[in-house]
């Protein structure tokens, strides 16, 4: 996969940000592997945040593909659904209104440790979203002919 040409941004939550910055770790990670061309990053709040900084970041034409990273994890109320459903919905729709993809990396866990695990080393659900972002957007140009 050529992935020379790509522009990646990159949107991260601040909330559980010492799992959400192991996702973005490991999504820049995989962008220098890929020789994605350019990457920029960006900050929100918090996962309910990432749909409306997606769509706008999609719609600048400044980017082949947007990544979302979250993780939004139980505790003691449903809150956790609400926000997880809703910004998946929500990413869903940045990339389906804009027609460029927009990677849902948004870990919906039951526990810290399942966070932590999923933004690891060995498996990292940041890397896996760059990785599908990427895919997405040779895929999208190959497509258009570009």
Not at 67 to 77: F, K, N, P, S, Y
Not at 113 to 129: E, H, I, L, S, Y
């Amino acid at each position: 996969m050529d992935a020379s040409a790509v522009t990646l941004a990159i949107v991260a939550a601040r909330f559980n940000e010492d799992v959400t910055s192991r996702l973005l770790a490991g999504a820049v990670e995989a962008a220098r592997r890929l020789g994605v061309a350019r990457h920029e990053v960006h900050w929100v709040p918090g996962s309910f945040e990432l749909p409306l900084a997606a769509k706008a970041l999609a719609e600048s034409g400044r980017f082949d593909a947007v990544v979302c990273l979250g993780a939004v994890i139980r505790h003691e109320t449903d809150h956790y659904l609400h926000i997880a459903t809703q910004a998946a919905a929500g990413v869903m729709r940045a990339q389906m209104d804009t027609g460029v993809p927009c990677a849902f990396g948004v870990l919906t866990c039951d526990t810290e440790a399942q966070a932590r695990a999923r933004a690891g080393t060995q498996r990292n659900v940041g890397a896996d979203a760059a990785e599908a972002a990427v895919e997405m957007a040779v895929l999208l140009r190959h497509l258009k002919g570009l």
